[in-house]
């Protein structure tokens, strides 16, 4: 069993403030029985997030790894040999020296907005070889061969951030970006939302683009990635990730805690957005490790503290 924890910690100030105060009492217990391997450390650049390495290679997928090809499949989609990427329907704040990403999933789209915002903008893209298609109501997929030249960042690298150095800088993209700026500025379902005091879709971002290879490469395990770090973390509601993280703890490293119990090996994974470590079931020969394991109490804040470097 191999759980990969994303947003374990992150590069902000106030999540490092936070971090002494966090109590994991099974996550101590499992840094304690576990053997560390090396830390795993990225450049800030890297167009996708250290947990989506981790995935990647335990799926046999290339990094950065096609997600929106790999979503693409079970809704029957043909993907051999066609690039996919994620479209994500977004607001984007414009101040005097930055464009700030707002999270596409805090604007609440409803499904037949975003229906319509997609009907309205497949023309313009369909203009440009590409195809839109709907998987939910944050979160559409588009595919054409335009893509094959374009390389598009993980949303959670973006959100919250100036949105320009992550831009592809693509001419036609850039012009199509401008295209649904003017029409998405008029369109009845923005009016309808800014009557309601919602913020309107003003734009559009790229994200996980790529085709699945021929063949993937040996794969390990599939690991359990809970994803309830992510919302608090995204959002810098620190509190609300403490809260998270005991839960966590509680949860799914208590059931990890039961598979090393019972013998099975075991292997977790702790990622800040930059940064992961992996710990795995000690080997056979390890009786020295198990025996002082019960004395040993890593503290968990310190290993976290560690990702935000």
């Not at 994620?86 to 414009?94: D, R």
């Not at 794969?219 to 992510?230: D, I, K, Q």
């Not at 208590?254 to 075991?266: D, I, T």
Request: contains cysteine.
């Amino acid at each position: 069993m191999h759980l990969l924890i994303p947003f374990a910690a992150w590069p902000d100030p106030a999540c490092q403030k936070s971090l002494p105060t966090l109590q994991l009492p099974v996550l101590t217990q499992l840094l304690a029985s576990l053997q560390a391997s090396p830390l795993q450390q990225q450049a800030p650049g890297e167009l996708q997030l250290a947990h989506e390495h981790i995935l990647a290679q335990s799926l046999g997928l290339p990094t950065p790894a096609p997600w929106a090809a790999l979503a693409a499949q079970p809704l029957g989609l043909a993907t051999h040999d066609q690039v996919w990427g994620f479209l994500h329907p977004c607001h984007w704040e414009i101040g005097q020296a930055q464009v700030t990403l707002h999270n596409p999933e805090q604007l609440q789209l409803q499904d037949d907005e975003a229906r319509a915002l997609l009907a309205a903008m497949q023309p313009y893209f369909a203009e440009d070889g590409l195809s839109l298609h709907y998987e939910r109501a944050d979160r559409w997929l588009v595919s054409g061969e335009p893509l094959r030249a374009v390389q598009g960042a993980s949303l959670e690298r973006m959100i919250g951030r100036n949105v320009a150095p992550w831009l592809p800088s693509t001419p036609w993209l850039r012009r199509l970006q401008n295209e649904m700026q003017m029409l998405l500025y008029t369109h009845p379902i923005n009016d309808a939302r800014l009557a309601r005091r919602l913020q309107p879709v003003n734009s559009f971002c790229l994200s996980a683009i790529g085709a699945l290879p021929d063949a993937r490469s040996a794969a390990g395990t599939e690991p359990l990635m809970p994803l309830g770090l992510r919302g608090p973390a995204l959002r810098q509601d620190w509190s609300s990730w403490q809260a998270a993280w005991q839960q966590l703890d509680a949860t799914q490293c208590r059931a990890l805690l039961e598979v090393l119990h019972q013998g099975k090996p075991v292997h977790l994974s702790l990622c800040s957005e930059n940064t992961a470590q992996t710990w795995s079931s000690p080997g056979p020969r390890s009786v020295l490790r198990r025996l002082i394991a019960p004395w040993r109490r890593p503290k968990p804040s310190a290993i976290l503290a560690t990702l935000c470097n």
